[in-house]
C-alpha cells in the first residue's frame, strides 16, 4: 500500500471518530433540555394540584358564608314573625324560612362533596410530591452523568483533533486537500476498499487499469465513478 495512503486511513479514521464525538456533543443541549423540561413539568404537576387544592377551600369558605348569610335572614325572619300580628305576613315568612333552610341544605350537600374533593385532593397531592421527589433525584443523577459527558467527549475530541492534526502535517499538502474535500464531499469516507473489482463507497465496478494501480500501491488511485481514494484490502 502507498505509504501515505496508509496514514491517511489513519487520519480518516480519527476524523470519523471526531465526526462522530461533535454530533454526540451536538445532542447534549436538548438532552439537558430535555430533562428541565420533565423536572419542570413534575413540578408544575404538583403546583396545579396545590392551586386546586386552594381553589376547593376558598369555594368551601364561600359556602359556608352562603349559609351564615342564609341563618342570618332565618333569624331575623323569625325574629319578625314573632312580632307581627298579621297572618299572611307570618305565612310569608314562612315560606321565606322554608326557602332559605331548603338553600342551606343545598349548600351543605355542595360542602359536603368539596370537603370529600378536598381530601381526594390532599392523597393525590402527596402521591404527587412522591412521584416529583423522585424524579428531581433521578433527573439531578441524569444530569450530573450528563456534565461528566460532556467533559469526556469534550476531552477525547482534543486528544483526537491534536492527533489527527500530528499525523496530517506529515502528508503531502495538495493529497491532504484532496482528502479533506472528498471527505467533506462524501460524507462518510474519502478512502475505501476495492473487493471484488468494485468500490465499496459507490458499489460501481472500477476499470482494469485503475485495479492494476490500486494493486501496485504505487500512486493515490481514484474510483472513475465516485472519485473516492481506492486501496486494495489486503
Given at each position: 500500500m502507498?505509504?501515505e495512503l496508509?496514514?491517511?486511513?489513519i487520519?480518516?479514521?480519527?476524523q470519523?471518530?471526531?465526526?462522530?464525538?461533535?454530533?454526540?456533543?451536538?445532542?447534549?443541549p436538548?438532552?439537558?433540555a430535555?430533562?428541565?423540561a420533565q423536572l419542570?413539568?413534575?413540578?408544575a404537576?404538583?403546583?396545579a394540584?396545590k392551586?386546586k387544592?386552594?381553589?376547593?377551600e376558598?369555594?368551601r369558605?364561600?359556602?359556608?358564608?352562603?349559609?351564615g348569610t342564609?341563618s342570618n335572614?332565618i333569624?331575623k325572619?323569625?325574629?319578625?314573625?314573632?312580632?307581627?300580628r298579621k297572618n299572611?305576613?307570618?305565612q310569608?315568612?314562612?315560606h321565606e324560612i322554608?326557602?332559605?333552610?331548603?338553600?342551606?341544605?343545598k349548600?351543605?350537600d355542595?360542602?359536603?362533596?368539596?370537603?370529600?374533593q378536598?381530601d381526594?385532593?390532599k392523597?393525590e397531592?402527596?402521591?404527587e410530591?412522591k412521584?416529583a421527589?423522585?424524579?428531581k433525584?433521578?433527573?439531578?443523577?441524569?444530569?450530573?452523568?450528563?456534565d461528566?459527558?460532556?467533559?469526556?467527549?469534550?476531552?477525547?475530541?482534543?486528544?483526537l483533533?491534536?492527533?489527527?492534526?500530528e499525523?496530517a502535517?506529515k502528508?503531502?499538502?495538495?493529497?491532504?486537500?484532496r482528502?479533506?474535500?472528498?471527505?467533506e464531499?462524501?460524507g462518510?469516507?474519502?478512502?475505501?476498499?476495492?473487493?471484488?473489482?468494485?468500490?465499496t463507497?459507490?458499489?460501481?465496478?472500477?476499470?482494469?487499469?485503475?485495479?492494476?494501480?490500486?494493486?501496485?500501491g504505487?500512486?493515490?488511485?481514484?474510483?472513475?465513478?465516485?472519485?473516492?481514494?481506492?486501496?486494495?484490502?489486503e
Open positions: 502507498h505509504s496508509e496514514q491517511l486511513l487520519i480518516q479514521d480519527r470519523q471518530k471526531i465526526r462522530q464525538i461533535q454530533t454526540e456533543i451536538k445532542t447534549l436538548q438532552q439537558r430535555n430533562l428541565e419542570a413539568a413534575s413540578i404537576g404538583v403546583e394540584l392551586q387544592g386552594r381553589q376547593v376558598v369555594d369558605k364561600n359556602l359556608e358564608l352562603d349559609v342564609r335572614s333569624a325572619l323569625r325574629t319578625q314573625q314573632y312580632e307581627t299572611d305576613e307570618f310569608a315568612m314562612g322554608e326557602r332559605y333552610e331548603n338553600e342551606i341544605k349548600i351543605e355542595q360542602e359536603l362533596e368539596l370537603m370529600m378536598a381526594k385532593v392523597a397531592l402527596v402521591e410530591e412521584k421527589g423522585a424524579t433525584e433521578s433527573i439531578s443523577r441524569q444530569l450530573v452523568d450528563l461528566e459527558k460532556s467533559k469526556t467527549l469534550e476531552s477525547r475530541l482534543q486528544e483533533t491534536n492527533e489527527r492534526a499525523l502535517a502528508i503531502d499538502e495538495d493529497l491532504l486537500d482528502f479533506e474535500r472528498l471527505f464531499s462524501k462518510d469516507a474519502a478512502i475505501v476498499a476495492l473487493e471484488h473489482n468494485v468500490c463507497g459507490c458499489h460501481m465496478k472500477v476499470t482494469t487499469a485503475t485495479i492494476m494501480h490500486a494493486k501496485a504505487k500512486e493515490i488511485v481514484n474510483c472513475e465513478q465516485c472519485g473516492r481514494i481506492l486501496y486494495v484490502s
